[in-house]
């Protein structure tokens, strides 16, 4: 199983950028998924994320800027940002909780993480 993420780049503040996440492999079902970011010298933070297949929640300080949305059977979901200010600055990952087929033809449920995207906004 992997977990492809696309998107992000330079923007302006005030500007709008769109991450996607993809993920492949022999997968049964896609649960959980969420964005996460790091900003240089800071710790890892939550963004924003389904924590089931329906319901979606947004850190305060994403409120009313990101829309997170998903593609069920595409397992693709997206993180569209507008309004975007200097302190979203980060490297965005993506993360899901996947039940998928294991080597040994068995299933299994675990996280998995995308490679990080960077996004950047200049003032």
């Known amino acids: 199983v992997q977990l492809q993420a696309s998107g992000g780049g330079s923007v302006q503040a005030g500007g709008s950028l769109a991450l996607s996440c993809e993920a492949s492999?022999?997968?049964?079902?896609?649960?959980?998924v969420g964005w996460y970011r790091q900003g240089s010298g800071k710790e890892r933070e939550w963004v924003a994320g389904f924590t089931d297949k329906t319901r979606m929640d947004y850190a305060e300080f994403v409120k009313g800027r990101f829309t997170i949305s998903r593609d069920g059977a595409k397992n693709t979901w997206n993180l569209q940002m507008n309004s975007l200010k200097p302190e979203d600055t980060a490297v965005y990952s993506c993360k899901a909780f996947i039940i998928y087929m294991t080597a040994g033809h068995y299933m299994d449920g675990k996280d998995f993480w995308g490679q990080g995207t960077q996004v950047t906004v200049s003032s």
């Open positions: 492999g022999s997968i049964q079902s896609v649960n959980s």
